[in-house]
């Protein structure tokens, strides 16, 4: 990196959002990869909270699920001495579907 472009570059990374995409087909463990970024990021110390979209609500259903079973076999493994603990994951409904 050229001199002096790291310093004017870091302060735009310290106020963005940091955007992961992934896609396939059918069958490809997009979830699964979808759920092991969202951990790995909230795994961060400076990271409070992780957001997570699909295009469908079976996809984020499968999703949440997917980052519950995978956080909470982690905190499992590692639970001996570890820091790490499974995740709270919330699914959010609309307003109107949560109270109908």
Do not use: W
Request: overall charge negative.
């Amino acid at each position: 990196m050229a001199l002096g472009v790291r310093d004017r570059f870091k302060p735009y990374l310290d106020h963005i959002v940091l955007g992961i995409a992934i896609s396939g087909f059918s069958g490809s463990d997009n979830t699964y990869q979808l759920a092991l970024c969202a951990l790995l990021t909230h795994a961060h110390p400076d990271i409070s909270a992780v957001y997570v979209s699909g295009p469908t609500n079976a996809a984020v259903n499968k999703t949440a699920d997917s980052i519950h079973d995978l956080g909470e076999g982690t905190a499992q493994h590692l639970s001996a001495g570890s820091v790490f603990h499974s995740p709270l994951v919330v699914r959010e409904f609309s307003l109107r579907t949560e109270v109908e």
